[in-house]
């Protein structure tokens, strides 16, 4: 049996937004499954609850912990390829720009992802992390196996013919169940997407979202608030050539336009909130229409140097342009000023327990404040319009909901919670967040 110690510590733990901290009693640094089964068997001793953090890119506190913080830093890179079953088993603290990379030189790519990939691979499924995409959904939805030690130290592993009813809880855990050490992802030969941004109105891009939606494979927009202007993104499969952004073009939009100046935007909206609906008017006209075509991380993925604190919700997507429009009238009638771009994303219905796409078509909206920024008042009058729509708030991302409110819009909630009861039934891997969300 391998051995590692635990370092006490009185380091405070900070998320990637700043907007949640914790102070752990302890730390470690495991570098493999069996070194992992060590420290939670040495924490349960302790007496201490066990998080696991990995890029701290959730905006909630579910990786918080006053006992034993888990830093997967070690558990890192490819362990194996399956070119006949089409899969890759990676260790869950690799993070998902790393795997993109490697991928990629073996001429492989996931099917989808999300827009940032700064996350390790567990903390992105954990939590729900997804791009857009019309047949193709989560990352989580990708797994076809997870190896994970439980709170015994018991290490287990599960798929859909192994422990399914594990399987179909712990793609999106929450860190519940157990420390998740390594994870087999669907892959496939990697091919080429054309992306086409374009700007468009407000009224016709929600006019014609269903038709947009079903004529492309992945289709997403922003609505710049305090004006009536969007961009859009359609992202489809291409036989190419390969024909990526220039060096100058790509830098002015993707660096000096969306991170750069925005920075500076939002810098001096916080300071001046009053400036937000003119520089909003303004920025929101800078974008212009661009088509370019690359490898899929390239395509899906963007920097964002731009901190902000972030509230997302999963409605039926029919609901989702009334949603909007409801989030639209609600600004241009109160005295918030806001200064970020609120974000539209689809996702299919999927089979993960607490998947926010679990059993029905979504659609997602998702806003943002820059961070420093007080944002309560604006995620409070949003949250309203996406609960009154029966939405699913993002798991790591800011809300305020709780366990009686995910029993409604969860019809398998009960399924995870009962797993939970088996696998954690004193709560190793419980917090404050997990106590809220899931109920003691």
Same mark, same amino acid.
């Given at each position: 049996?391998?051995?590692?110690?635990?370092?006490?510590?009185?380091?405070?733990?900070?998320?990637?937004?700043?907007?949640?901290?914790?102070?752990?009693?302890?730390?470690?640094?495991?570098?493999?499954?069996?070194?992992?089964?060590?420290?939670?068997?040495?924490?349960?001793?302790?007496?201490?609850?066990?998080?696991?953090?990995?890029?701290?890119?959730?905006?909630?506190?579910?990786?918080?912990?006053?006992?034993?913080?888990?830093?997967?830093?070690?558990?890192?890179?490819?362990?194996?390829?399956?070119?006949?079953?089409? %899969?890759? /088993?990676?260790?869950? #603290? &690799?993070?998902?720009?790393?795997?993109?990379? $490697?991928?990629?030189?073996? =001429? +492989?790519? @996931?099917?989808?992802?999300?827009?940032?990939?700064?996350?390790?691979?567990?903390?992105? %499924?954990? /939590?729900?992390?997804? #791009? &857009?995409?019309?047949?193709?959904?989560?990352? $989580?939805?990708?797994?076809? =196996? +997870?190896? @994970?030690?439980?709170?015994?130290?018991?290490l287990l592993t599960c798929s859909e013919k192994e422990r399914p009813e594990v399987f179909a809880a712990a793609r999106i855990g929450l860190g519940a169940l157990g420390v998740?050490?390594?994870?087999?992802?669907?892959?496939?030969?990697?091919?080429?997407?054309?992306?086409?941004?374009?700007?468009?109105?407000?009224?016709?891009?929600?006019?014609?979202?269903?038709?947009?939606?079903?004529?492309?494979?992945?289709?997403?927009?922003?609505?710049?608030?305090?004006?009536?202007?969007?961009?859009?993104?359609?992202?489809?499969?291409?036989?190419?050539?390969?024909?990526?952004?220039?060096?100058?073009?790509?830098?002015?939009?993707?660096?000096?336009?969306?991170?750069?100046?925005?920075?500076?935007?939002?810098?001096?909206?916080?300071?001046?909130?009053?400036?937000?609906?003119?520089?909003a008017k303004v920025s929101s006209r800078a974008l212009s229409a661009r088509t370019y075509t690359d490898i899929p991380y390239k395509v899906f993925t963007s920097p964002r140097?731009?901190?902000?604190?972030?509230?997302?919700?999963?409605?039926?997507?029919?609901?989702?342009?009334?949603?909007?429009?409801?989030?639209?009238?609600?600004?241009?009638?109160?005295?918030?000023?806001?200064?970020?771009?609120?974000?539209?994303?689809?996702?299919?219905?999927?089979?993960?327990?607490?998947?926010?796409?679990?059993?029905?078509?979504?659609?997602?909206?998702?806003?943002?404040?820059?961070?420093?920024?007080?944002?309560?008042?604006?995620?409070?009058?949003?949250?309203?319009?996406?609960?009154?729509?029966?939405?699913?708030?993002?798991?790591?991302?800011?809300?305020?909901?709780?366990?009686?409110?995910?029993?409604?819009?969860?019809?398998?909630?009960?399924?995870?919670?009962?797993?939970?009861?088996?696998?954690?039934?004193?709560?190793?891997?419980?917090?404050?967040?997990?106590?809220?969300?899931?109920?003691?």
């Amino acid at each position: 049996m391998s051995t590692i110690s635990t370092t006490s510590t009185s380091r405070t733990w900070r998320n990637w937004a700043g907007n949640v901290s914790a102070r752990p009693a302890r730390e470690a640094s495991p570098a493999s499954a069996e070194e992992v089964a060590d420290v939670v068997r040495q924490a349960a001793e302790a007496g201490l609850r066990v998080k696991t953090a990995g890029a701290g890119h959730s905006f909630t506190a579910v990786a918080a912990t006053d006992g034993l913080l888990i830093r997967p830093d070690l558990l890192t890179g490819i362990r194996h390829i399956d070119r006949t079953a089409m %899969t890759v /088993t990676v260790e869950s #603290g &690799t993070p998902l720009k790393r795997l993109n990379a $490697a991928l990629a030189r073996e =001429g +492989l790519s @996931l099917t989808n992802m999300g827009d940032i990939m700064e996350q390790t691979v567990a903390g992105a %499924t954990s /939590t729900g992390t997804h #791009g &857009t995409g019309r047949e193709s959904a989560s990352i $989580a939805a990708q797994i076809r =196996g +997870l190896e @994970l030690v439980t709170a015994d130290g018991s290490l287990l592993t599960c798929s859909e013919k192994e422990r399914p009813e594990v399987f179909a809880a712990a793609r999106i855990g929450l860190g519940a169940l157990g420390v998740i050490t390594a994870i087999t992802f669907a892959v496939e030969p990697i091919f080429l997407l054309t992306a086409h941004e374009e700007p468009m109105t407000f009224d016709k891009v929600t006019a014609e979202f269903d038709a947009l939606h079903a004529e492309n494979e992945h289709f997403e927009f922003y609505w710049f608030p305090h004006t009536g202007n969007c961009n859009t993104k359609r992202n489809n499969r291409s036989m190419g050539p390969a024909s990526p952004p220039g060096t100058v073009s790509g830098w002015i939009e993707d660096e000096l336009l969306s991170n750069g100046v925005f920075q500076v935007v939002n810098s001096v909206g916080r300071a001046v909130p009053a400036t937000i609906p003119a520089i909003a008017k303004v920025s929101s006209r800078a974008l212009s229409a661009r088509t370019y075509t690359d490898i899929p991380y390239k395509v899906f993925t963007s920097p964002r140097r731009v901190r902000f604190v972030e509230m997302e919700y999963a409605l039926p997507r029919e609901t989702a342009v009334a949603a909007l429009r409801e989030v639209k009238a609600m600004i241009e009638r109160s005295p918030l000023r806001v200064s970020f771009p609120v974000e539209v994303r689809t996702a299919p219905a999927d089979d993960i327990t607490l998947s926010t796409a679990s059993g029905r078509e979504s659609a997602y909206i998702a806003v943002h404040m820059y961070r420093g920024t007080p944002y309560q008042s604006y995620f409070t009058a949003v949250e309203r319009i996406m609960t009154a729509h029966g939405g699913r708030p993002h798991w790591g991302k800011v809300n305020t909901r709780d366990a009686e409110y995910f029993a409604e819009v969860y019809p398998r909630f009960g399924e995870f919670t009962a797993l939970r009861d088996r696998l954690d039934p004193e709560r190793r891997f419980g917090n404050d967040y997990l106590r809220r969300v899931l109920g003691d």
